[in-house]
């Protein structure tokens, strides 16, 4: 058989060429439709959802209009007074409005960036032990701080001042109340603010942050204090640098760290009779418990240390903190000599020895959990750009 002959195929004419297009209008109108339209998500949207920044001005500006509307209520409910009073009950309802502002804030956060308040360095594993053995470092701590202030003659005890069953009443009210203090503090700069900057902050971020801090402190010009709150600004400059440098990618956590641990300092001086040494430890005591959350996976370590060394200083010792004295104390104690040595009206903190105090509490925690092999550490973020 012969093969079909196919038939043949037409050629069609060349068409003519098109003309030049606009690069810039092509590259526009590839883009698909909803893609144009969120052209600008990246100032507000990261790899990992709404940016840290972003994240720590809401959080701020809830917890401050929580504050603001529970501070009304409890004043209009005659629980709070414009007066104030330094006594447990007191100080106990009054730190319900930060607490309760901060249970907002959070609430409301978790629910725009779909994350439980657990979430925010709250989780982890032996909670319960974290928060016990802080409970006892801090009391310890405190206690080693005013055992040798008092061998050295810088504090001087008097009588006790409340009978079995005021002291065990009282006591009560204060372990509450800074209980309390403790959580509203924790849960302001090592729950929500360190586990936020550590997704997303860089040295260049973390360095202006401490400007604009330094600088704002010097304008306020109000402060108690404000020296401690550029000395931890410096000191951590070159530790943070050197961070960056080895490791840019996986140091988000040590800027954060610094960042929270300054401002802490800062949100200190507004207490009376603070000076700079109280800042300055302030912010030590600050990176320590940055550094708990580090090596043990949560917060609750800080949140007992923190709430056991105020009710040991105030309560137990009968000492100023932070330059404030309260009513109905265990102890009686008043300082004495060089308020170099001993913290004058800043009370123990205010004292240099304080400092060697924090590094021992701080070695103490790294001797005990560095190597602990169930440590949840906070994940190392991209850095925000």
């Not at 504050?67 to 409890?74: A, D, H, P, Q």
């Not at 610094?258 to 800062?266: E, I, K």
């Not at 060697?356 to 959990?369: D, F, K, P, R």
Request: hydrophobic fraction near 55%; charged fraction near 10%.
């Amino acid at each position: 058989m012969e093969p079909e002959l196919q038939p043949a195929v037409k050629k069609a004419p060349l068409a003519a060429p098109a003309p030049a297009a606009n690069p810039a209008k092509t590259l526009h109108s590839a883009r698909p439709a909803g893609q144009q339209a969120r052209d600008f998500d990246w100032i507000f949207i990261g790899p990992q959802g709404l940016r840290a920044g972003w994240s720590i001005v809401l959080f701020v500006a809830m917890y401050y209009f929580f504050r603001m509307v529970v501070g009304s209520l409890f004043f209009a409910a005659g629980l709070v007074s414009e007066s104030g009073s330094d006594s447990a009950a007191a100080v106990l309802v009054g730190e319900l409005i930060p607490f309760l502002a901060l249970l907002g804030a959070a609430a409301v956060m978790g629910l725009i960036e779909d994350r439980s308040i657990v979430s925010y360095n709250l989780a982890g594993l032996r909670r319960v032990r974290h928060f016990l053995f802080g409970l006892a470092t801090g009391f310890a701590s405190l206690s080693l701080l005013v055992w040798v202030l008092a061998w050295g003659g810088w504090l001087h005890f008097g009588s006790t001042a409340l009978s079995a069953t005021q002291a065990l009443r009282i006591g009560a009210l204060w372990a509450a109340a800074f209980l309390i203090v403790g959580s509203v503090e924790e849960g302001l700069f090592r729950c929500f603010a360190l586990s936020t900057l550590t997704r997303g902050i860089s040295f260049w971020w973390a360095l202006a942050a401490q400007i604009a801090m330094c600088i704002y402190t010097a304008a306020m010009g109000e402060g108690h204090g404000a020296w401690g709150v550029y000395a931890v600004a410096a000191l951590g400059l070159v530790p943070c640098f050197i961070v960056h440098q080895r490791a840019a990618a996986r140091s988000a956590f040590w800027q954060a760290a610094w960042v929270t641990s300054t401002v802490f300092g800062f949100y200190h001086t507004s207490n009376s009779g603070e000076n700079w040494i109280g800042i300055l430890a302030a912010s030590f005591i600050g990176f320590v418990f940055c550094v708990s959350v580090r090596v043990t996976g949560s917060a609750w370590w800080a949140i007992g240390c923190h709430a056991a060394w105020d009710w040991a200083e105030t309560f137990f010792y009968g000492a100023a903190d932070s330059g404030l004295q309260g009513q109905g104390h265990y102890l009686t104690s008043s300082p004495a000599g060089n308020p170099l040595w001993s913290g004058g009206a800043d009370g123990p903190e205010g004292s240099l020895l304080v400092l060697g105090v924090i590094l021992l509490l701080l070695l103490l925690l790294l001797a005990l959990y560095a190597r602990n092999p169930a440590a949840q550490h906070s994940p190392d973020a991209q850095p925000a750009n």
